[in-house]
């Protein structure tokens, strides 16, 4: 799954985080059945719980959102927000405030 989530043939400037590659021209979500979009995996070893995980990830920041608006702390700036290699790929450090609303 890595090398195709990694695979340049396949996805512009994959080590960079952008988001927009699965946005449509009015900022809507597209309907994505990339090929080479596998989360879960694919075939007889998919992940049998895909739903449920996207309904509980869905729910969950539903709720953050709602009830918090999120900022960068003291006015920080990313200066890159390329992910860091590791056993996963991670967000770069940076520090965040949340507010009630």
């Known amino acids: 799954m890595w090398s195709a989530m990694k695979d340049e043939e396949q996805w512009l400037k994959p080590d960079e985080f952008r988001p927009d590659r699965f946005l ?3 900022n809507k979500l597209k309907n994505n059945n990339h ?3 596998m989360p879960f995996s ?3 070893r998919a ?3 895909e ?3 996207k309904i509980q990830l ?3 920041l539903v709720s953050l959102f709602q009830k918090f608006e999120f900022r960068f702390a003291n006015g920080w700036k ?3 927000l390329r992910g860091e290699p590791g056993i996963t790929l991670r967000p770069p450090n940076c520090q965040y405030q949340a507010f009630v609303r």
């Open 51 to 53: 739903q449920i995980a």
């Open 24 to 26: 449509d021209e009015n």
């Open 47 to 49: 992940c049998t719980g």
């Open 78 to 80: 990313p200066k890159d």
């Open 35 to 37: 090929p080479a979009m």
């Open 42 to 44: 694919v075939g007889k």
């Open 58 to 60: 869905f729910l969950i």
